[in-house]
């Protein structure tokens, strides 16, 4: 898990305060116009990623999930979440382009 990008890059987010995180708070992002890529673990609840999808969906921000569970994206910001949101342009096109190369291997 130490070698993990996509994790890592998540954690340089959150240093650089342009991460926020839960289902309200980024529910409140996207609403508010902060948020710029919203991202969610893969076992995260239905009824906690219902209003979050719907607020993405509203306000055109794109949503993806990630291939990591709750617990794995707590450990890495050293938080419990499974709901998180960018609110930088350029780490949402960075992030994007870990999640791609992901998938591609």
Do not use: W
Not at 45 to 62: C, G, I, T, W, Y
Not at 94 to 103: E, N, R
């Amino acid at each position: 898990m130490s070698n993990d990008k996509l994790l890592s890059f998540l954690g340089l987010c959150k240093r650089a305060g342009c991460l926020i995180s839960g289902a309200d708070t980024v529910t409140r992002a996207v609403c508010d116009g902060k948020a710029v890529l919203v991202l969610y673990a893969s076992d995260v609840s239905d009824n906690s990623l219902k209003q979050v999808l719907r607020a993405a969906h509203s306000h055109d921000v794109p949503a993806r999930m990630l291939p990591r569970s709750k617990e794995e994206l707590s450990f890495a910001l050293g938080k419990h979440c499974g709901i998180v949101c960018t609110t930088d342009h350029g780490f949402a096109k960075k992030i994007l382009v870990l999640l791609s190369d992901q998938q591609l291997n």
